[in-house]
């Protein structure tokens, strides 16, 4: 890049071409410039003598430091809106740091942004070279830990994960797994504080029953849903598979916790016994239905997934009849001391009495097992 003519040379070449003794083209010639620079030497001088307007050099450099005050001002309004925008998230950030390194991204220089924030660049360049302590790494594992186990149960509170999280080999508290999970907003669906989980989650299957609940033929349609009943020792609860075809119960799982595990053992008992294809497991939304467990589950197994709507137990009626029939004729019928006693008292009904000894009209007055030999008696002749 050329160097500029000084000031005091420009002066005096103005001053000869001034005189007009000699052609501008001889001038420019003899004082080694071109006559367009000559003659730009000679406007610029004109309005600095006040002979023509124009803006002066005094005038020129105010209107460029004014335009450089206008840009800085500008830059300022530019951080301060950002930073309430970053600021007003709900996830309030630890540190404004990653706003510096955004704006910088966007031609702000560093030094704006640290005088505007109130802090100095050499913080934000030591932890631009190390911008994730030891801390903040392992927080994040246990985030994405407990993100995961939520998902497979969006029952598990704080206090379940952080079980989990030991479970797994992670070394955490339950007063830093409480705060983690407050932070990304990680609650049981069974949470009772004012303002969250208001709402029934997204289904994950669509609804392939509408409140059809017949069948031509065994493992077409399963229906399943979750019960509980307290005990001496706490609740037990019951997940439960019924066939709608014949009403027989094929799976069943009881637990003390109600697990997303809790539905998947009874899916597999009833996987197990019956050796489906295709067959439509129908339930309510409820979180362990809705849990990556079930889902996988039922994937791996062949079956088709459907849902009901929120609030809507006639969607699932022909399950909840069931469970009806349950609490009349074993749950309330006596106060139960342990879990393995109602265990017991729940196995005993299903398999003695509600498969081979109660007659239902809707089968005929047969009973789930007689209905289902009926129907594979003729095919086993025809084959």
């Known amino acids: 890049m050329p160097k500029p003519f000084p000031a005091e040379f420009r002066r005096d070449v103005v001053a000869v071409a001034r005189k007009r003794e000699a052609p501008m083209r001889q001038i420019a010639k003899d ?12 406007q610029q001088a004109d309005v600095e003598d006040g002979v023509r307007p124009g803006a002066t050099k005094e005038e020129s450099a105010e209107l460029r430091e004014l335009k450089k005050r206008n840009r800085v001002l500008e830059q300022e309004n530019e951080i301060l809106r ?29 030094a704006v942004t640290c005088r505007v924030l109130g802090f100095s660049k050499q913080a934000f360049y030591k932890w631009r070279a190390n911008p994730v302590s030891q801390r903040d790494w392992e927080d994040a ?5 407990a993100i995961d186990v939520h998902e497979d149960d969006p029952a598990f509170g704080y206090r379940f994960i952080a079980d989990e999280l030991a479970a797994l080999g992670h070394v955490a508290g339950e007063n830093r797994v409480a705060r983690l999970c407050s932070l990304q907003r990680i609650y049981s669906v069974f949470s009772k504080k004012r ?28 229906l399943t849903d979750i019960t509980e009943h307290p005990t001496g020792e706490g609740k037990l609860y019951l997940c439960a598979i019924k066939d709608v075809f014949s009403n027989r119960i094929v799976g069943y799982s009881m637990d003390s916790r109600m697990k997303a595990s809790l539905a998947v053992a009874a899916l597999r008992n009833a996987v197990a016994l019956r050796s ?9 939304r409820g979180s362990q239905f809705r849990s990556r467990k079930f889902v996988r589950a039922l994937h791996e197994y062949g079956l088709v997934g459907s ?43 299903i398999e003695r009495t509600y498969h ?6 809707r089968l005929g007055r047969m009973t789930p097992v007689e209905i289902e030999l009926l129907f594979h008696e003729p095919v086993a002749l025809a084959a």
Not at 201 to 210: A, I, K, S, T
Request: aromatic content about 8%.
């Open 195 to 222: 303002g969250l989980n208001r709402t029934a989650g997204p289904p994950v299957h669509d609804d392939l029953v509408e409140r059809d609940f017949t069948a031509a033929a065994p493992n077409v349609l399963w």
């Open 307 to 349: 849902m009901g709507r929120v609030g809507a137990c006639g969607d699932n009626a022909a399950m909840e009849s069931f469970f009806a029939l349950l609490q009349r004729n074993v749950l309330d019928r006596q106060r139960w001391a342990t879990r393995d006693q109602l265990r017991l008292a729940i196995v005993t009904w």
């Open 31 to 42: 004082f080694g410039i071109s006559e367009s620079c000559l003659n730009r030497w000679l």
């Open 82 to 110: 950002r930073a309430a925008a970053f600021f007003a998230k709900d996830n309030r950030p630890k540190m404004m740091y990653p706003l510096v390194r955004d704006l910088a991204a966007e031609d702000i220089p560093v």
């Open 356 to 361: 081979r000894r109660r007659r239902q009209r």
């Open 141 to 145: 594992h246990l985030i994405n830990t």
């Open 276 to 284: 489906p294809a295709g067959t439509i497991v129908h339930s309510d």
